[in-house]
């Protein structure tokens, strides 16, 4: 008997104890519903949301990372290449021939192409041409024969910019013009201040013939000072002269000239301005005398358009140039500009080398990329 009750008292227990925990938890989830019933309410436009505490960030918070942003951090500014500095000698004293030089300086034309150069004059103007061949200086100008000349005695030079594309030199003679013929050429007393005058214009003055007579006088080297010679009446003509300044400059001394161009004596045309580089570091530096030849063609193409305000910039930049003689020289020498100056004439500079062979100045002709390049072209 007792065994049988045993049998049916843990199933009773069990259903017993399930009943009580099920009847609880019902109990407990009403009053949850009751105590909170804000919890399980829809959310509208007009329920009040209360923020916890510990999401707020008060003003005084500590370690707070403000977040960048372009306006508060930029970025960094890009730093500019270096500025390349040249130093350039001119042929003899500034003048109104150098306008692009100056211009494209005082336009800023040289910064524009990352340049610093240096204009400067030198005290003998021989002495340009041997500074630039012993690094001294990093350009030089000269004139075209002097550079065929310099070039066939070995001197490391090369053309590389046109400034002026004619001559700016002639024989001056003193005296009235008269009607020209070789002997009345041949009795003048010569002087000359370069190479050009001696080896290029004097031959063409004096033949040979006079030269060997008794009372031959030789020609003198002015050492650049031909208007003391004139005035001294040391010597009757200059063979190589600037027709520009010159006859003007003597004229106030009242001493009157005449002007024989190259051209009556049959010595080839030529760029009357260059500029030169060092032939020994042309292909290393080619990138830098290509920028510095853009600036001076802008400058060139500037003065054109505006000869006026270039000429006022000019004699603003040195007041030193502000002279009647400059003056008068100015719409001559604009009209000899070149304007493309990195431009080789290759007929022009195998023709003069043609030329100085033929008069036996020369043993060889030199070919002209060894006497003039277009640095663009480096």
């Known amino acids: 008997m007792l065994r049988c009750l045993s049998r049916y008292w843990h199933p009773l227990l069990l259903s017993l104890i399930v009943t009580w925990f099920f009847s609880n938890s019902v109990i407990y989830a009403n009053e949850e519903s ?164 001696r080896d290029l214009s004097i031959p063409r003055l004096l033949p040979l013939s006079v030269q060997q007579t008794d009372d031959f006088t030789p020609p003198v080297n002015l050492h650049f000072d031909p208007i003391r010679a004139m005035r001294e009446n040391q010597i009757d003509a200059v063979a190589d002269g600037f027709y520009h300044y010159l006859p003007q400059q003597l004229a106030t001394e009242g001493i009157n000239t005449h002007v024989i161009r190259f051209d009556e004596l049959d010595i080839p045309r030529n760029d009357g301005l260059v500029v030169l580089a060092n032939s020994d570091t042309l292909a290393r530096r080619g990138a830098t005398w290509s920028h510095f030849v853009l600036a001076v063609e802008q400058a060139s193409h500037w003065i054109i358009d505006n000869p006026d305000a270039a000429w006022e910039l000019l004699i603003s930049a040195h007041p030193v140039l502000d002279n009647d003689i400059n003056a008068s020289a100015w719409e001559d020498i604009l009209r000899r500009i070149a304007l493309s100056p990195a431009a080789v004439d290759n007929r022009r500079y195998a023709g003069f080398e043609t030329f100085l062979h033929q008069m036996d100045l020369t043993e060889e002709t030199l070919p002209v990329s060894r006497l003039a390049v277009d640095p663009h072209t480096l």
């Open 34 to 197: 009751e105590e909170s019933p804000q919890e399980t309410a829809p959310l509208t436009l007009n329920t009040d949301v209360e923020v916890p505490e510990a999401l707020w960030r008060t003003s005084d918070s500590e370690n707070v990372e403000e977040v960048p942003t372009m306006a508060l951090a930029p970025a960094p500014p890009l730093v500019p290449p270096p500025v390349k500095r040249i130093t350039l000698m001119l042929d003899w004293y500034l003048s109104p021939q150098h306008a692009a030089l100056v211009i494209a300086q005082e336009r800023g034309l040289y910064a524009a192409q990352g340049l610093e150069v240096e204009i400067q004059s030198p005290a003998d103007p021989s002495i340009a041409i041997k500074l630039l061949t012993a690094g001294e200086v990093d350009l030089a100008l000269t004139r075209q024969p002097l550079l065929h000349l310099h070039a066939h005695n070995g001197a490391p030079i090369t053309r590389i910019a046109t400034l002026i594309e004619t001559s700016l030199t002639a024989v001056i003679v003193t005296g009235e013009q008269q009607v020209k013929d070789e002997s009345t050429l041949a009795e003048l007393h010569y002087g000359y201040t370069t190479d050009e005058g």
